[in-house]
């Protein structure tokens, strides 16, 4: 499966928003896209999927309410809003094909492509 490059990274302050975006052209509707990030020294964290086949979202419950997935005719962006400190990370993108489980269970084995970082100063 091809491995997608996330864009739209930067510095930010506290408080700030940075919306992030991926590559989603000729994509099946039985795809899911997610996003995941990785801080040095932590696990990866799915923070947020969106199912193509009804456009439903998921979010993890660290950035729900701040963070929106979205999709338009090319590109599933990030929406990240109300920044913190702890949201520094380097941040993925990726496809994988929905199963039973939906999509925020789909990303286990996903091909995490090229991060893009995000850095919240306080």
């Known amino acids: 499966q091809v491995r997608l490059a996330a864009s739209g990274g930067g510095a930010v302050q506290a408080g700030g928003s940075l919306t992030l975006s991926c590559p989603a052209s000729?994509?099946?509707?039985?795809?899911?896209m997610g996003w995941s990030r990785q801080a040095p020294g932590k696990e990866r964290e799915l923070v947020a999927t969106i199912n193509f086949a009804n456009r439903y979202p998921d979010y993890a419950s660290s950035v729900n309410g701040r963070f929106k997935v979205s999709l338009d005719d090319i590109t599933v962006h990030l929406q990240m809003n109300s920044l913190k400190p702890e949201d520094t990370a380097m941040y993925y993108c990726?496809?994988?094909?929905?199963?039973?489980?939906?999509?925020?269970?789909?990303?286990?084995?996903?091909?995490w492509g090229q991060g893009t970082q995000v850095t919240v100063s306080s």
């Open positions: 990726a496809a994988a094909l929905w199963t039973r489980r939906g999509c925020l269970l789909s990303f286990d084995d996903a091909p």
């Open positions: 000729d994509i099946s509707s039985y795809y899911c």
